[in-house]
Nanobody
Framework: QVQLVESGGGLVQAGGSLRLSCAVS????????MGWFRQAPGKEREFVAV????????YYGDFVKGRFTISRDNAKNTVYLQMNGLKPEDTASYYC?????????????????WGQGTQVTVSS
C-alpha cells in the first residue's frame, strides 16, 4: 500500500519561505511522477507543481511565477516543494500526489495516490 506523508507546513509571514516534504512508502518511488496541489477553503484543488520520475522535467502552475521549486530525492523517497516569497493568497492545505509513469500532468484525477495534506498559512 502506497502512503504519502507531507510535512513542513506552518504559519509564516508574507514574503517568507517554507519547504514542504512528502515522504513516500510502500511503492517504488522512482517510478512515480510526483505532484503538489493545494486547496483553500471553499475552492477547488488546484495544481501547483509536478516533477517527472528522474527529476529533470518540472512544470508549475501559472501563479507560481518563479517563487516555488519542486525537487525530489529518489534515494530518500521524498519530494520537496520550496516556497519563497509567500503571499496571503498562498494560504491553503498542500497535498502531494503520485502517479505511475513518466508524463507530467496537472489533472488531479490522473493521480493515483494522495497524502493527507499539510496546512500553510501566510499572514499579511
Amino acid at each position: 500500500q502506497v502512503q504519502l506523508v507531507e510535512s513542513g507546513g506552518g504559519l509564516v509571514q508574507a514574503g517568507g519561505s517554507l519547504r514542504l516534504s512528502c515522504a513516500v512508502s510502500g511503492g517504488t518511488f522512482s517510478t512515480y511522477a510526483m505532484g503538489w496541489f493545494r486547496q483553500a477553503p471553499g475552492k477547488e484543488r488546484e495544481f501547483v507543481a509536478v516533477i517527472n520520475r528522474s527529476g529533470n522535467t518540472t512544470y508549475y502552475g501559472d501563479f507560481v511565477k518563479g517563487r516555488f521549486t519542486i525537487s525530489r530525492d529518489n534515494a530518500k523517497n521524498t519530494v520537496y516543494l520550496q516556497m519563497n516569497g509567500l503571499k496571503p493568497e498562498d494560504t491553503a492545505s498542500y497535498y502531494c500526489a503520485a502517479r505511475a509513469g513518466e508524463r507530467v500532468v496537472v489533472t488531479t484525477a490522473l493521480y493515483m495516490y494522495w497524502g493527507q495534506g499539510t496546512q500553510v498559512t501566510v499572514s499579511s
